[in-house]
């Protein structure tokens, strides 16, 4: 089992380009959540979706930013039109179907290693 | 402020020592998480525990839990230098299906 896998693990863009982050879940798990962490602060939620479909966006930007888990492949995260306030540590996590934290997975989350993305 | 917040935000300590780490949190949960983070890597799970919990245990980590006040801690026994490193407390709020996160303790054992 491979985990969460994310790539790239690093990413330099240039201001105005685009950003793609893919996340790759665990096996078995149908969940995947986007968590972006900027410098000396926690994790912030973005987004959680199942396959095709967005569940809860509420922590997404209005502009630029987006998520995708399609039937097939990886979830992606893109960002458009990248600024140097996005230079972040975005973190993917997948949870399998039914997991609402009272089950018996006493692991919670299972997260990737993240992609540090620096804009310059 | 934001739910999940860890207090203090920083704490250097001899190795050998217990480390405590607080963690206040404000609306309803169905459990609370406790992760660390070595610098510019990813998220390690140390321990979740269930609002019907009041204490856990594994191995040098031992997490309380009181709901009524919303707060829980996380204490490390005997630290190590290895133990360098942010811990944070994540809860999952009333649906169960995204984590809060707070600001983190930075924890410096130092040997």
């Known amino acids: 089992n491979a985990g969460v896998m994310q790539n790239p693990r690093h990413l330099v863009r240039r201001r105005g380009q685009e950003a793609r982050l893919r996340c790759s879940p665990m096996k078995g798990h149908s969940h995947v959540y986007w968590y972006r962490q900027l410098p000396e602060e926690g994790l912030k939620f973005m987004v959680y979706?199942?396959?095709?479909?967005?569940?809860?966006e509420s922590g997404m930007p209005k502009e630029r930013f987006s998520a995708e888990f399609p039937k097939e492949g990886p979830s992606i995260l893109r960002i458009q039109q990248v600024v140097r306030g996005d230079s972040a540590a975005y973190f993917c996590?997948?949870?399998?179907?039914?997991?609402?934290?009272?089950?018996?997975?006493?692991?919670?989350?299972?997260f990737g290693s993240g992609t540090r993305l620096t804009v310059v | 402020s934001q739910q999940g917040e860890e207090d203090p935000q920083a704490l250097s300590i001899q190795e050998g020592e217990n480390a405590t780490m607080n963690c206040s949190y404000k609306t309803s949960i169905n459990n609370l998480q406790w992760y660390r983070q070595n610098s510019g890597r990813g998220l390690v799970h140390l321990i979740l525990?269930?609002?019907?919990?009041r204490e856990k245990h594994s191995g040098r980590l031992r997490v309380t839990l009181d709901t009524s006040k919303k707060s829980s801690s996380l204490l490390i026994t005997a630290s190590r230098a290895a133990d360098t490193a942010s811990y944070f407390c994540?809860?999952?709020?009333?649906?169960?299906?995204?984590?809060?996160f707070g600001a983190g303790t930075i924890l410096r054992v130092k040997s």
């Open positions: 979706l199942q396959k095709e479909n967005i569940i809860d």
């Open positions: 525990i269930r609002s019907n919990e």
């Open positions: 994540a809860t999952d709020g009333e649906y169960g299906n995204k984590l809060v």
């Open positions: 996590a997948s949870s399998p179907p039914g997991f609402r934290g009272q089950g018996e997975n006493n692991y919670g989350y299972t």
